[in-house]
């Protein structure tokens, strides 16, 4: 599976006008981890193994590429972020009050800008009859491409979600490969992941957030798992829980500061979003031949999204049948484009 993607590489990062109009244009659906109706919170489940998560639409295992990855991301390319233009004496502008300018050093350094970002965020915590809005884009292959190569088809997946803040309905419209854009409203309660009242739950600490995920059964198979799977476990769920974008900002910051903690994340300057946008990123490798970036705003340090790229041939096999994946693949791309709107009405757009 060869991806076609042209990565950007020193291209400047787009002013505040262009990145806001950017945003308004973009839809993004992102539906990992999305339960249905009928689900409730999750129950503890002792296992030994765990099946790939990409954060893709439920329908079983599916490997999605959207064009061709760069060389450079085995390779570890280490191009300069670009500052957000520079002051009358020359130095790089302040972007955040209280935050350096110029780039980040490493991933610790990013996730904490990242964090300060998220926490100087104003921030009314929702009525339970309000709804937290959410728009997503991804790109995939269409259903049943099971072996991924030059020319396959992609489909892209537009979703607008609104969650009701006490966790009792969902709303979306979906768009594209999907849906046809009409509003769907659900009854029942969201997963853990998807719930406002347990995210707001847990501890804004980012040394005792993981044991306090664990406690509340809400990382399966945790205890039985060696280190590395416990640093893979948490770096997805935390993903899932940016991604969904329901999660108060002193939560999101702790999550950042507790991703860079974690072994095996390393910094990336130079990736690209769906739409093309340069990006920063932290990355690690899952499973194995899963290179994963989360993705950074080079400019204002919000989150942007995901990219999962295959570092090496890996063939997998489910009950769905055999799926392979070539190595330089790009198995999904996505953008989270609005979060955290607080709405009174399912179908309102911020």
Sequence with gaps: MNDLERMCSEVPPPDATAVAEGRR??????????????????????????????????????????????VAIAAGTTLAQLPHGIDDKGRPRQVIPGLP??????????????????????????????????????RFPAIGTRVNAPGVRLVTH???????????????TRKGHYGDGRLQIEDGPAGWKHHYPS?????????????????KGYLDGFDEQTARERAETLYLEYNAILRNGVAPPKLEGA???????????????????????????????????????????????????????????HTSTGTDGTWRVKKGAILNLQTRTDSGSIVDAPGRIP
Excluded at 275 to 286: E, F, K, L, N, Q
Excluded at 298 to 309: D, P, S
């Design 25 to 70: 244009r973009l839809l993004a659906a992102a539906r990992g981890d999305v339960p249905r109706s009928s689900e409730g919170p999750p129950r503890t489940r002792r296992r030994r193994s765990r099946p790939l998560r990409i954060g893709l639409p439920r329908m079983g295992v599916r490997l999605v590429a959207v064009g061709t990855a760069a």
């Design 101 to 138: 300018a110029g780039p980040v050093a490493n991933a610790a350094e990013l996730m904490d800008r990242a964090a300060t970002a998220v926490e100087s965020r104003p921030f009314t915590p929702p009525r339970p009859d309000q709804w937290i809005f959410v728009e997503h884009r991804q």
């Design 158 to 172: 537009i979703e607008r979600t609104w969650w009701r803040a006490d966790g009792t309905q969902v709303a979306r």
């Design 199 to 215: 995210l707001a739950a847990l501890p804004t600490d980012p040394k005792a957030l993981p044991g306090a995920m664990a406690a």
């Design 255 to 313: 999550i950042f500061r507790s991703i860079a903690s974690l072994p095996g994340v390393t910094l990336r300057r130079n990736a690209v979003d769906v739409a093309g946008r340069p990006a920063i990123a932290v990355a690690r490798i899952i499973d194995g031949f899963l290179h994963y970036e989360i993705l950074v705003d080079r400019t204002t340090y919000r989150y942007m999204g995901e990219r999962i790229i295959a570092i090496t041939d």
